[in-house]
């Protein structure tokens, strides 16, 4: 199995430096950290890649049962960390990219260091006691959203597109092409993103962790922001002056910001 | 609401005055009334999503008031939650990246609680320097469109999970004729003191049961059966025949296994059973093994119902049919002559059963160009004196090389003595 | 387009088909279909023509035992006339040389 290829892996900026590990979250691929990146490069070595299912991503390695648990992407995690043999890696993982982190540190301690959970939810589901700003209806609703706005992508061909590297200009005619992937795993992404539940694991966060949010993030609020940061044991919580779910699009120099603030703390 | 100025009517009489003064009055509405009752949503954000502006075609399908909504919200609060959640995992994202973004199917939410599904596009403003200023968005009404497709989405379910069935189905149904085609033949060739043997069954297509059989067994301490044929057609009807066939051969051993005696039962079954209706029939070949422990000889009796002569490949490096003529296929008529043949193999003689899947393989364009038994005599002659899995693998070689002319299904069956002189070792 | 063609005619004796063209696993039935709806009295003799027959696999084989058993059955006769020699050759072989009477035109066949 070529982990590189299948995960789609880059790694880029100074190699003598730490290495930064950087996830993308649900809907999009390894492009959403191209405002980020730039900050990073001159001192870091930075390691992207595409979780299976995402981006150009091996879709061919794609598995129902594995992708049906957050374990499964943490596993991606863990595998592109042996096959680079990453130790000590400081994790910047957004969305449900923060929660893949905190899984992955638990079954690899050896390789993940440190955290930066970037707008991460532990659950979006209300739970008794727990606000976490969504009811089951609203991810089913999401779910249509997403199969609605695949319709002209046939299931079969966008595999071909996305996967087919003698013919990248494919990729470039379509319209809204970065973050389009297969519309089955996209889906089943999405169902173990918005229907996991991994508030047990951030107790057992051992290692030193940045919580980003927003003040304003329609999928992960302040209070489960605030929440995070309050299980996690020694955690720092930061809030972003930044709207939307994506701070590190929507407010780059704050994210970048706090987060080699952050890197530069763990020197 | 949008409603237009002018009550005058341009088709109004014949007078061209009117009529020009209106199309004059078309042409003077202003980019404020084309914005404001345009056939779309138009609509501006900051690039935190705070409304700034938006036009009152949108305002009407929200039945919201200017003032409550510019300032006050943003675009995803006019959105479904559903749509909240696609807008920032997918539309925000997306339109960062690329500064624009088209066609995205969204719903929005009105005052009454009805949603109302749009296609949204955005492009962003950029600054001089090029710095993001606002975000510009229309909304089209696709509540049509939107019946359509999911109409179409769920036609394309629909078809998936039939296919999904479809495929299902047949795999069952591969399973299936795997353990019946299985079935009609032996696992193993029985160890056979003194002897070797080699067998092999091809099927034409993996789609169908084929109508070939053969086997071999020990019938008492002495002696062994051996049998080998070809039932007419293909697929379950064959099979159910072939099966037929190869239990009737193996009880009417037990029961007398002189070789014609066993062809006579097994041609009273067929005919009994078959000759109403569509007739059934076969070609066989039914033999028994002796072999002499003393001389390592093994003596071969055989039969034949309207099989392809057997033949037999001496330790001398010559080969040739074993003759026996006038043996009728079993199983068309109520009572019918077998030829029965005795012969004896020496050490280093090999017998060879083939189906005639091997014989009328193509090897031409013409469907008439056919292998032939003088070419299989020849190719016999050269693989003359050499083990039985030799002989097998040199003609399942032979096999593979009529590719897509081997239009039919092929049984062989070679059973011979080894000889201390024989060119390979077991 | 199927290669075979059947052409049938009345002789005193009975009906003569020539069977023109392939007769295989694809066109066999035909042969069985029109053989089913010939009517065939006690005493008649059907005569298959084989002179203008390209190629004869094992369906082909069946079809003409299927014309067999449909002439025992009417309490007629069967014959075949003019059998190509690879046809012949297969005859032999499954021993039909024996249960069908040949006849080397069909000329002869129709002779009472």
Redesign the interface.
């Known amino acids: 199995m070529d982990v590189q290829r299948r995960n789609n892996v880059t790694v880029t900026g100074n190699p003598h430096g730490p290495t930064v590990v950087l996830a993308h979250g649900f809907g999009c691929d390894q492009n959403m950290w191209r405002l980020t990146v730039p900050a990073l490069v001159k001192d870091y070595r930075v390691v992207l890649f595409d979780y299976v299912g995402s981006g150009r991503s091996d879709l061919s390695a794609f598995s129902e049962t594995r992708y049906a648990s957050l374990a499964g992407y943490a596993q991606d995690v863990v595998d592109v960390c042996d096959v680079l043999d990453l130790r000590g890696v400081v994790f910047v993982g957004h969305s449900v990219s923060a929660m893949i982190g905190v899984l992955a540190a638990q079954m690899a301690p050896e390789r993940i260091g440190a955290l930066v959970m970037v707008a991460p939810s532990p659950r979006y589901i209300d739970d008794e006691g727990y606000r976490g700003g969504f009811s089951a209806e609203d991810i089913e609703e999401l779910l249509d959203s997403m199969e609605l706005n695949y319709l002209g992508w046939s299931a079969a061909m966008a595999p071909v597109i996305m996967g087919n590297a003698e013919r990248p200009e494919l990729g470039e005619e379509l319209a809204n092409s970065f973050c389009a992937t297969d519309p089955a795993m996209a889906r089943v992404f999405a169902r173990t993103t918005f229907l996991s539940d991994s508030r047990q694991d951030l107790n057992k966060v051992s290692v030193p962790t940045l919580v980003l949010d927003c003040t304003q993030d329609a999928i992960a609020p302040r209070e489960v922001g605030a929440y995070v940061h309050q299980a996690i044991p020694g955690s720092t919580l930061l809030t972003l002056d930044a709207t939307g779910h994506c701070p590190h699009m929507s407010a780059p120099e704050a994210t970048n910001e706090a987060i080699t603030g952050f890197l530069a703390g763990l020197r | 609401m949008c409603r237009t100025g002018q009550q005058s009517d341009p088709h109004d009489a014949d007078d061209e005055k009117t009529s020009d003064a209106a199309f004059a009055a078309l042409l003077e509405d202003s980019a404020e009334e084309l914005y404001e009752c345009a056939p779309c949503g138009y609509l501006s954000t900051l690039?935190?999503?705070t409304i700034a502006k938006i036009n009152t075609t949108l305002l009407d399908w929200l039945g919201l008031n200017r003032e409550a909504v510019v300032g006050r919200m943003?675009f995803?609060d006019l959105l479904?939650?559903?749509?909240?959640?696609?807008h920032?995992?997918?539309f925000?994202?997306?339109l960062?990246?690329?500064g624009e973004?088209?066609?995205?199917?969204?719903?929005i939410r009105k005052a009454d609680g009805v949603r109302m599904p749009v296609l949204a596009s955005s492009v962003v403003k950029h600054g001089a320097t090029g710095e993001p200023l606002l975000i510009r968005t229309t909304l089209f009404d696709a509540r049509d469109r939107?019946a359509y497709?999911?109409e179409?989405?769920r036609a394309r379910r629909a078809a998936?999970e039939a296919q999904r069935q479809a495929e299902a189905d047949r795999a069952r149904l591969q399973d299936a004729l795997a353990a019946l085609q299985s079935s009609l033949l032996p696992d193993t060739l029985p160890p056979i003191p003194g002897m070797e043997s080699a067998a092999h069954y091809r099927t034409a297509s993996p789609d169908r049961l084929g109508g070939d059989f053969y086997d071999v067994f020990r019938l008492d301490a002495a002696r062994f059966v051996f049998f080998l044929g070809?039932v007419?057609?293909k697929g379950p009807q064959a099979a159910a025949v072939t099966s037929l066939t190869r239990y009737t051969l193996r009880a009417a051993a037990l029961h007398d296994p002189d070789p014609a005696s066993a062809l006579t039962t097994l041609n009273r079954v067929l005919h009994e059973r078959y000759s109403s209706g569509d007739?059934r029939?076969c070609?066989a070949i039914f033999g028994t093994l002796e072999p002499d422990p003393v001389t390592g000889q093994v003596t071969v009796h055989l039969a034949s119902?309207?099989?392809?002569?057997a033949l037999v490949l001496r330790a001398d490096g010559t080969a040739d049919f074993l003759p026996t003529?006038?043996?009728?296929?079993v199983g068309?008529?109520p009572t019918?002559?077998f030829t029965p043949a005795t012969i004896t193999l020496g050490p280093g003689d090999t017998l060879l059963l083939y189906t005639?899947g091997l014989t009328?393989a193509r090897t031409g364009e013409s469907?008439?160009d056919l292998y032939g038994d003088e070419a299989l005599r020849a190719f016999a002659t050269d693989q003359a004196g050499r083990y039985p899995q030799a002989v097998m693998k040199a003609l399942t070689g032979l096999l593979d090389s009529f590719g897509d002319g081997l239009d039919?299904d092929t049984a062989l069956l070679a059973l011979g003595v080894p000889a201390s002189g024989s060119r390979e070792p077991a | 387009m199927s290669p075979l063609n059947i052409e049938v005619r009345d002789a005193p004796i009975g009906p003569v088909l020539e069977v023109i063209g392939e007769l295989d696993y694809d066109t066999s039935a035909e042969l069985r279909h029109l053989l089913a709806a010939l009517p065939l009295k006690p005493g008649q003799r059907l005569v298959l023509d084989l002179a203008r027959m390209e190629f004869c696999d094992s369906s082909g084989i069946s079809a003409l035992i299927a014309a067999r058993n449909h002439a025992q059955s009417a309490g007629a006769d069967i014959a075949l006339a003019a059998v190509p020699a690879n046809t012949l050759r297969v005859l032999r072989v499954v021993g039909l040389d024996q249960v069908f009477p040949l006849h080397p035109v069909a000329e002869s066949a129709i002779e009472p």
Do not use: K, N, S, W
């Not at chain 2, 479904?80 to 696609?86: C, E, I, P, Q, S």
């Open positions: 690039m935190d999503g943003r995803t479904t939650v559903g749509g909240r959640l696609y920032e995992t997918h925000a994202p997306l960062r990246m690329q973004i088209g066609g995205v199917a969204l719903e939107r497709e999911e179409l989405l998936e070809d007419c057609g007739p029939y070609t119902g309207g099989h392809p002569p003529p006038g043996g009728l296929l068309i008529l019918a002559r005639d009328e469907r008439t039919d």
